[in-house]
């Protein structure tokens, strides 16, 4: 049995405990949550960037009339898609990647560093 004043004591010790246990675990809280916001705060901007470079445009021009030329309704790919370029050490490509998810698929066209002239495409199944 426990006499009444360490119970006294026992009890003004758990109460302090479970206040720094609050304190702390609600700083902690506030301080992820802080931090999760700065995190999307830096990040989504990255992410809805557009995906090439402001000289690019006539790549991708070249790259939709491609696909207008080799494909029936291409005109999607221009509506329906957005261009990525990738820079290679001998190639620029262009990949229209479709926003829907029908199956519509991606084109990608390939053009020659030095000579500008087109030496692979293909095309990606939709998922």
């Known amino acids: 049995m426990v006499c009444a004043p ?3 004591i026992l009890d003004k010790h758990q109460n302090a405990v479970m206040r720094i246990s609050t304190r702390s675990t609600t700083v902690a809280l506030t ?5 999760a916001a700065a995190a999307i705060a830096t990040l989504y901007p990255l992410a809805t960037r557009p995906t090439f470079r402001p000289g690019d445009d006539a790549f991708i021009e070249r790259a939709k009339a491609d696909a207008r ?3 029936r309704g291409a005109d999607a ?3 329906n898609a957005f261009p990525v370029v990738m820079r290679l050490s001998d190639r620029t490509c262009v990949e229209l990647r479709s ?3 029908d199956g519509a ?3 990608i066209a390939c053009y020659d ?3 500008g002239k087109k030496i692979e495409e293909g095309f990606g199944v939709g998922f």
């Open 6 to 8: 360490l119970a006294g």
């Open 31 to 35: 301080l992820l949550l802080l931090i």
């Open 69 to 71: 030329a080799n494909f």
């Open 77 to 79: 790919y221009g509506r």
């Open 99 to 101: 926003y829907k998810t």
């Open 105 to 107: 698929g991606s084109y």
């Open 113 to 115: 560093r030095q000579a």
